[in-house]
Every structure is written in C-alpha cells, then in structure tokens.
C-alpha cells in the first residue's frame, strides 16, 4: 500500500475510534505528534487506538516503547504499519 | 447478560466456584480457571454442568504470564470475546515477618499479586475493543487491617486493592469497571481445618456472630459484574458480617 494512501487511511480510522467531532481527517498534520499536543489527545486515548490498530492491520504494538516510536507522527505510524503489517 | 464470557481465576473451589456458579445461572458462558487440582476442576464442572453446559474448566498458573497470556487468548479464540475477569486465585503462606522464608514472601505476590496483573492486561485489549468490561478482584480485610502473621498476604491483597484504584481510573472511559470485594471470614475448605481456639477467636470479632457463605460472597460480584453497576469503578463492597 502507498504510505500517502494508508495515511488517508489511518486519518479516517483516529477520527472514527477516537470519536473527534470537531476533527476533519483532513486537519490533521501527517508530521505533528498525535499526542499532547497537535490534536489534544491523551495518553488514554493512545489505550483505544492501540487496539483499534491491532485489529484492523494485525499488528502489535506491545508496549510504550514502540508506542513512542509508532505515534511519534501520523507519518511515523503509517511507516510503522506499513513495516510490520500481515 | 447472557451472551457475556466471564473468566474466574481459582474458580474451581471456595469462593472462585461459587461465583462461576452465579455467573452460570445468570446464562453466562464461564471459564473456571485453576492451577493444579485436576480432580476437585473436574467435580466443579459437573455440579456446574448438571443444569445446563455453559461452564467450562482453564488450567494455568496465574503466576506464569505466559500460561495466564495463553488461557485468554485460547477464551477469545474460542468465544470471540471476554467481558468479566473474576481475579480470585489466591494463596496464604501465613507467619511472622521475621522467619518468614523468603519463598513465602515471593510466592504470596507473584500467585496473589502478580497473577492479577497479568490476568487484567490480558483481557484489557478485548475488553477496550467491545467498551465494555468488568474486572473485580477478591481481597481481604488484612488489606484493609492488617493481620499478625499475614505481612505477605496483606501486602499482595492491599497491591491489589490500590491497583484496582488506579487501573479503574485508566480504563473507566472504555465502559470498563474495576472493582474489589474483601470477603471475611467465609466457610470454606480453610475454616473446616481451623482449630476451635482460632475458629473462636475469629467468631468473636465478627458482629454477624458466624462466618459468611462462598454463596454471599458471589452475591456481591455478581452486582459489581452487573450492567446495574456500570457506574461503580475503583470501588470495594466488604462482605465481612461487619469484621472491618
């Protein structure tokens, strides 16, 4: 899959699990950190994006580690996803 | 409630047995759980199979991750989901502090302690999945109190309490409750071996005057377990005749 075409994706995905109303897939900055600040989201809020991941790209984030890593930006998680989807 | 899936770790005698029992006959698919005894797992499954077949028996060490990781995986795989976890295993390695053998110490928290915190992160990835979730852990008035005897015990069960604290506020937004019941002094397997001086002693500082039933015990889980309780997170009911 195209990165460009998996963060349109993944865009739609945040905004539909993490139930961002006042969020259109297309405010949100591929580069900035999906967490703190940016899009205002909490560390809880990682808990259900996680698992909303893991379902739909059968990969694993195990631990905050690689949650770091794989949330650094929305273009660092379709990297991520990309390098270790089944 | 009936298509839920409830996990019950040491399900299979005591207090874990009664509260599969009520699970079941509110039409709950069931999963005793239980470590070594294959004989008294097999006894359990047919009283709760005798009216019905929602009940099933799970053999795993809580104190293993890599068994308690395999149980639920085997329960999702199986059922597609798991709702309740019921973390009532738990072992009493009983002396004072200062000869206690140190295997008594590490073994009271890794069964009591550390087989909670495996069963919980387990299940929580399912239970984050389908928002919603019931996590109720059993603990004991030596949490609460303290007791002469039980520095290991009281240790793991107040770990267990204060992180059924702090795990209900990380996931109270999922839908997820977590909760502690602190039986007292119930009528089980233990209290039959009692010696008449201490099974006095225990009798004097219970109010209600008599020990409690697995079966009252289960009564107070069942509730946590319950949509009714669906606001109820990070809480404790004692169900101690007023001991505490």
């Known amino acids: 899959m195209e990165k460009e075409t998996l963060i349109e994706e993944l865009k739609a995905l945040i905004v539909k699990s993490l139930k961002l109303e006042d969020v259109l897939p297309s405010d949100i900055d591929p580069d900035a950190p999906l967490f703190g ?28 580690d690689v949650g770091k890593e794989a949330f650094a930006s929305l273009s660092a998680l379709a990297g991520y996803v990309i390098k270790n989807k089944k | 409630m009936s298509d839920r899936v409830a996990l019950v ?7 874990g047995k009664a509260t599969a029992h009520a699970l079941v006959r509110k039409g709950m ?16 499954l047919n009283e709760l199979n005798a009216s019905g077949n929602l009940a099933r028996t799970i053999k795993a060490d809580v104190s293993d991750q890599q068994q308690v990781n395999a149980m639920i995986d085997r329960i999702v795989r199986e059922t597609g989901r798991i709702d309740i976890l019921v973390n009532s295993a738990g072992i009493i390695r009983d002396g004072l502090l200062m000869l206690m053998p140190d295997s008594n110490w590490h073994r009271v928290i890794e069964v009591n302690l550390n087989g909670v915190y495996y069963a919980s992160k387990a299940v929580l990835r399912p239970m984050i999945g389908s928002r919603w979730g019931r996590i109720i852990n059993i603990i004991s008035p030596s949490a609460l109190l303290g007791r002469a005897g039980q520095t290991n015990y009281s240790a793991s069960k107040g770990g267990v309490l204060s992180f059924t604290k702090s795990l209900a506020r990380e996931s109270a937004r999922f839908g997820i409750t977590v909760n502690a019941v602190s039986p007292g002094v119930i ?52 169900v101690d005749g007023g001991l505490t």
């Open chain 2, 29 to 44: 698919r069931v999963f005793m759980n239980y470590a070594s005894d294959d004989k008294a797992a097999e006894e359990a």
């Open chain 2, 9 to 15: 770790t040491g399900g299979t005698k005591g207090i």
């Open chain 2, 187 to 238: 009528a089980t397997e233990l209290t039959k071996e009692m010696d008449e001086r201490v099974r006095k002693e225990f009798l004097s500082m219970i109010p209600a005057g008599r020990f409690g039933t697995p079966e009252e015990v289960a009564a107070a889980v069942l509730f946590l377990a319950s949509d009714e309780a669906a606001y109820i997170t990070g809480e404790y009911i004692s």
């Open chain 1, 37 to 64: 600040s940016g899009l205002g989201l909490d560390s809880i809020d990682a808990l259900e994006l996680v698992v909303a991941l893991e379902k739909t790209y059968g990969i694993r984030i195990p631990d905050e």
